[in-house]
C-alpha cells in the first residue's frame, strides 16, 4: 500500500517573488501596486491609482524625452538600475535646456524577481526623483515569462518645461569653440564591466550615475554660449563628438593630456585595452562652449559639488578631411568612432 | 602609470626618429611580427614619419588575425551546443570565420562571452557547473602560458567542465617562413618583445645567421619602438646581423623558465593552419595527450569541415607584407572595420583596420613608391 | 605580442607554485593576477601583466638604465649585443 503523505500535496505558491500573475491585473496585481510599488513611489494613498493623470499647466514649452533602461547588473557600486532610469531622462531633458518636473514609469518584470529586489529599485527611485524634486506620477507593470527579461526592464518618460534656449544646437558650432566635460570620463561604462563580469578589482570601480541638473544649471546661470550639450552615455565622449562633427561639418580635435581621468578608471583601461574617451557615463556630459566663455563656463561647473574636475579637453578647427582628432604622444591621430561596447583585449 | 609614460615621452622619440634619419643611407625595410607593435607604430606616427627613410612592413603579428576561419566556424559551432559557452578574448568577437562571427553568432542563440584573462574562464566554469565552458584559446607564446595554467588550474582544483579549443600560434616559424620565401624583401626584424619575455630569444640567432638579418628585440611604447627601430638602422648600416635586445627590462635571452615550464608541461608544437598563408609547419600549439580530457577537440565531436578562405581577400599578402593593406582592391570598398572580408580589418590591431583608422591618406587610390 | 601591461606587487596572497596569487596595483587600482610564473617577485617589484598572469618580473634598473642612455642620445647608441 502506498503511504499517503500527510502534508496537503498542492504546492504553495511562493510570497517573496513576482508571479505572472502579479501582471494579469485582478486582486494580485492589486495588490502588487498597493503594498509594494506605490508606496514606495510617495503615491499619496488616499488617491485611487489612475492609469492617467491630469497634470497642472506649466509655465513655459513642455520639453519630452523617453529612455529604457536594460542595464546589468541591476545593482553596481555607485547605483542601481532604479537611480540610472531617473537620472538617465532627468539628464536628457536638463541637456536640452529643460527643469525636469514630472516622470512616468514602465516596468517589465521577470517572473521570479525576488521582491526584495524590486523593492531596493523602487526606493532607490524614490530618492533620486526626490533629490532632483521630480515625482513620478503614473506607470505601468507588466510581468512576462522567466527568461524573457534580465530582472527587469524600466521605462522612463520624462517631462519638463523648457527655462534655456540654448543650447543653440550642435550645427551651430563654430570654429574655434572650445570643448569640455563636466568630470573623470569612462567610470560608468568601467564599473559595469567589472560588476557584471566580477572582476576581482579593489576597490571596485564606481560609476557616475548621477543628475546634471545643477551642472546645466550652472552654465545657464554664468550666461555661457552653450552650442551644445550632450550626456555622454553609450560610445562615450568619442561617440558624442562624432554626432557632433557630423551636425556641424568640422573638425573636433581632443587633447587626450586634458582629459580628465580617474587613477582606477585608468588602471583598468589600461589592463583591459580601453580608450576612456570610448567608455560610457552616466553623470557626466561633453559641452561646446564659444572659446571666450571656456573660462566662465569652467569656473561655474567647478563650483558645482561632484564637478571639481571639469576641464576644457579640446578645440574646433576647419576641417580637412578626419571628423575628430586626438593629440597625444605628441600627434595628432584620427579617434575612431567606437562601433559597440569595448571588450577586454590581448592585443 | 610607473614604467608605461616615461616611455611615452614625446620628445625622446622625436630625438631617435631624428637619430633615425641621420643613420639611414638608403631606404631600409624593416618588420615588426606583433600585433601591438603594429598599432603602436601607427598611433604614435613613427610609421608616417619615418616612410620615407624606413619601410615598415607589418607582419602577421595578430594572433587574432591568422587564427583560421575554420577555427572559428568550429568554435560557433560548439558555442550553439545548448549547454556550451565559449569564452575567448574580446578581440577574436567580431572576427569572421568563413561566415559570421562569435558576436553575430550570438544574436541567433549561440552563447558566447569575452573574458580578459582564461583563468576568469575556469573561475566561471566553477560557478557554473551545469555549462561546459570552453575557451578558445588565441595567441602567441605570450598568452600560451595562461591558457596552459589555466588548465592546471583546472586540473588542481578538480573542475570537470572547463576545456580548451587551442588556436595557438607560434612567431618563428613565422618568420622563417618571411625569411625563406625566394622575393622577400624584409631586411631586418623588431622582434616581438613579450613573446621574447616568455620564451627568451636565444633560438633567433640560428636565424640572423643564416638569412643575415638583424633582430632587434622591442617593446611597445613608442620610446621603445623607435630604439628598435634605430638599433636595426644601427646594425643593417654597419653590415651587422645579430639578435640585441633593446627591452631588457621585461626580455631575457633564456626567457622566463617558469612561464617555458607551464608553457611545455601543457603544450607541444604542431603544424598549423595561418589564415591567409596556409599551413605552416610547426606554427602551433596544441595540448598534449596527457590533457585530453581539457582538450575540446575530443572532448566534443566538432563536424565542422575545413573551409575555404574569401577569394576576394588578401590578407595573406598583406599579413607577409607583399603588399600593403591599401593595395588590395577591396580596401576600403567591399571591405570595411563595419563589413570585414578578413580578420585584418576587423581586428583592432589587424594591419588594414590600422590603416584604415590611422592613414586616411593611405587611400585606395594612392600607389605607394615601395623602394628606390 | 601585445598588451602587456607593468603593474606594482602589492601583496601576495598565496605562494602556492601553481596557485600562486597577489594583488598588482596598476594606476590607482589594484587587481588580482596570477604570479605562478614570477615566484620570486617581492612586494614592491614591478610584474608585468598579460591576460590575468604575470610573464616577467620587471628590471627596474634595465628600464632607468634605458631611459638615461635615450634621454642623452641623438647620436647612435652602442647596442647591448647577445649573439651574431
Known amino acids: 500500500m502506498p503511504r499517503m503523505p500527510l502534508e496537503c500535496p498542492l504546492p504553495n505558491e511562493p510570497d517573496d517573488r513576482v508571479l505572472l500573475a502579479h501582471g494579469e491585473g485582478g486582486g494580485l496585481m492589486r495588490r502588487l501596486l498597493a503594498e509594494h510599488i506605490l508606496p514606495r513611489l510617495g503615491h499619496d494613498p488616499s488617491l485611487p491609482p489612475d492609469d492617467a493623470v491630469v497634470l497642472p499647466p506649466i509655465n513655459g514649452l513642455p520639453v519630452l524625452t523617453t529612455d529604457a533602461f536594460v542595464v546589468s547588473p541591476l545593482f553596481f557600486p555607485g547605483g542601481d538600475i532604479g537611480s540610472l532610469a531617473v537620472y538617465g531622462t532627468i539628464n536628457d531633458l536638463a541637456v536640452r535646456g529643460a527643469q525636469p518636473l514630472w516622470l512616468t514609469l514602465s516596468m517589465v518584470l521577470e517572473e521570479g524577481l525576488p521582491l526584495s529586489v524590486l523593492h531596493r529599485v523602487l526606493e532607490s527611485m524614490a530618492s533620486a526623483a526626490k533629490r532632483c524634486g521630480v515625482r513620478i506620477v503614473a506607470g505601468d507593470t507588466k510581468v512576462v515569462p522567466r527568461g524573457s527579461v534580465d530582472g527587469l526592464f524600466l521605462t522612463t518618460t520624462g517631462l519638463g518645461r523648457l527655462v534655456d534656449p540654448a543650447p543653440t544646437g550642435s550645427a551651430t558650432i563654430e570654429i574655434g569653440d572650445v570643448l569640455l566635460v563636466s568630470g573623470p570620463v569612462g567610470r560608468h561604462g568601467v564599473a559595469i564591466l567589472v560588476a557584471r563580469e566580477q572582476m576581482p578589482f579593489d576597490p571596485p570601480p564606481t560609476s557616475d550615475c548621477g543628475p546634471l541638473w545643477e551642472a546645466t544649471a550652472a552654465l545657464r546661470t554664468a550666461g555661457v554660449r552653450v552650442r551644445a550639450l550632450r550626456d555622454a552615455t553609450r560610445g562615450g565622449v568619442t561617440a558624442v563628438l562624432h554626432e557632433w562633427a557630423r551636425d556641424c561639418g568640422h573638425t573636433l580635435v581632443i587633447d587626450e593630456a586634458r582629459v580628465p581621468v580617474t587613477p582606477e578608471v585608468r588602471g583598468v583601461c589600461e589592463l583591459l585595452g580601453f580608450d576612456p574617451l570610448a567608455v560610457a557615463n552616466e553623470g557626466t556630459m561633453v559641452a561646446a562652449v564659444a572659446a571666450e566663455d571656456a573660462e566662465a563656463a569652467l569656473a561655474a561647473l567647478r563650483r558645482v559639488p561632484g564637478h571639481d574636475a571639469a576641464a576644457a579637453i579640446g578645440e574646433v578647427r576647419a576641417r580637412k578631411s578626419i571628423p575628430v582628432l586626438k593629440r597625444a604622444l605628441g600627434r595628432e591621430h584620427p579617434l575612431v568612432e567606437p562601433s559597440g561596447a569595448p571588450f577586454p583585449r590581448i592585443c | 602609470m610607473k614604467y608605461v609614460d616615461e616611455f611615452r615621452d614625446a620628445s625622446v622619440v622625436d630625438r631617435l626618429l631624428e637619430a633615425i634619419r641621420r643613420r639611414t643611407t638608403r631606404r631600409r625595410t624593416i618588420m615588426e611580427i606583433c600585433g601591438g607593435q603594429t598599432h603602436g607604430l601607427l598611433r604614435s606616427g613613427i610609421d608616417a614619419a619615418l616612410s620615407d627613410v624606413v619601410e615598415l612592413v607589418h607582419g602577421p603579428g595578430c594572433p587574432v588575425c591568422v587564427t583560421s576561419a575554420s577555427l572559428i566556424d568550429r568554435a560557433i559551432e560548439l558555442a550553439r551546443r545548448p549547454n556550451v559557452i565559449v569564452t575567448t578574448f574580446g578581440d577574436m568577437l567580431r572576427v569572421p570565420g568563413s561566415g559570421e562571427s562569435l558576436v553575430g553568432a550570438r544574436a541567433t542563440g549561440a552563447r558566447v562571452r569575452a573574458v580578459y584573462s582564461p583563468l576568469d574562464a575556469v573561475a566561471l566554469a566553477e560557478k557554473n557547473p551545469d555549462d561546459e565552458f570552453v575557451f578558445f584559446a588565441v595567441g602567441f607564446e605570450t598568452t600560451a602560458p595562461a591558457t596552459a595554467l589555466a588548465v592546471l588550474h583546472a586540473n588542481r582544483r578538480g573542475i570537470r567542465n572547463f576545456s580548451l579549443l587551442s588556436a595557438h600560434v607560434r612567431v618563428q616559424p613565422a618568420m622563417e617562413a618571411i625569411l625563406a620565401a625566394p622575393d622577400n624583401r624584409v631586411e631586418s626584424f623588431l622582434a616581438a618583445g613579450h613573446v621574447a619575455t616568455v620564451v627568451g630569444y636565444e633560438s633567433y640567432a640560428d636565424l640572423c645567421r643564416r638569412y643575415r638579418v638583424p633582430i632587434v628585440v622591442t617593446g611597445f611604447e613608442p620610446i621603445d619602438l623607435a630604439a628598435g627601430i634605430l638599433a636595426c638602422v644601427e646594425q643593417l648600416e654597419t653590415g651587422r646581423a645579430a639578435v640585441e635586445n633593446r627591452y631588457g627590462r621585461s626580455a631575457r635571452s633564456e626567457g622566463n623558465r617558469h612561464a617555458v615550464r607551464v608553457l611545455e608541461q601543457v603544450y607541444e608544437p604542431c603544424d598549423r593552419e595561418w589564415r591567409g598563408l596556409g599551413k605552416m609547419p610547426g606554427g602551433g600549439l596544441r595540448l598534449r595527450d596527457a590533457w585530453r580530457r581539457f582538450d575540446a577537440e575530443h572532448r566534443f565531436e566538432i563536424f565542422t569541415p575545413a573551409a575555404a578562405e574569401s577569394s576576394v581577400c588578401r590578407s595573406g599578402e598583406v599579413l607577409s607584407g607583399r603588399i600593403k593593406p591599401h593595395q588590395c582592391p577591396a580596401f576600403g570598398r567591399e571591405c570595411t572595420p563595419d563589413r570585414p572580408l578578413g580578420a585584418p580589418m576587423v581586428s583592432s590591431e589587424g594591419a588594414c583596420a590600422a590603416y584604415f583608422h590611422h592613414r586616411p591618406d593611405a587611400g585606395p587610390q594612392l600607389v605607394e613608391i615601395t623602394s628606390r | ?84
Open chain 3, 1 to 84: 605580442m601585445c598588451l602587456g601591461v607593468p603593474g606594482r606587487l602589492s601583496e601576495w596572497l598565496d605562494r602556492d607554485p601553481l596557485l600562486a596569487r597577489g594583488w598588482v596595483e596598476f594606476g590607482g587600482i589594484r587587481r588580482e593576477i596570477h604570479l605562478a610564473c614570477v615566484p620570486e617577485a617581492e612586494v614592491g617589484d614591478y610584474v608585468v601583466v598579460h591576460a590575468g598572469i604575470a610573464i616577467s618580473r620587471l628590471d627596474a634598473d634595465e628600464a632607468e638604465r634605458l631611459l638615461a642612455e635615450l634621454r642623452r642620445a641623438g647620436e647612435a647608441t652602442s647596442p647591448a649585443e647577445d649573439e651574431s
